[in-house]
């Protein structure tokens, strides 16, 4: 009789030993999950961040401003275009010399 009485405190101490550790390791996982997410959350703002600054980077006036000031590029006027007339420039000849 002692010896199963025995056995079976040995059995709940098991048990019970058992059980501490899987709500340890339950509470672990969860604070890495829930880590995660607020990782997850941070990371969807900062995206949603840059696709603003993208767009607001990317407006015709700023790009225009952009091309005038750094490029040096004009807008087009009919006083400075240049039309080229393809029956009057000589064709390209291919010679090859050996």
């Known amino acids: 009789m ?3 009485n025995l056995v079976l405190l040995l059995a709940v101490l ?13 509470r672990r996982v ?34 225009q401003q952009l091309a005038a000031k750094q490029l040096q590029m004009r807008s087009v006027t009919p006083g400075i275009t240049q039309y ?3 029956a009057a420039s ?4 291919t010679e090859t010399t050996r």
């Open 2 to 4: 002692i010896r199963l």
């Open 30 to 63: 969860y604070a890495a999950l829930d880590k995660a997410q607020a990782q997850g959350r941070r990371l969807d703002a900062e995206h949603e961040q840059l696709v603003v600054q993208r767009r607001a980077q990317a407006t015709p006036a700023r790009v």
């Open 84 to 86: 080229v007339n393809p």
């Open 14 to 26: 098991a048990s019970a030993f058992y059980l501490v550790h899987t709500q340890y390791e339950s």
């Open 90 to 93: 000589p064709a390209p000849t």
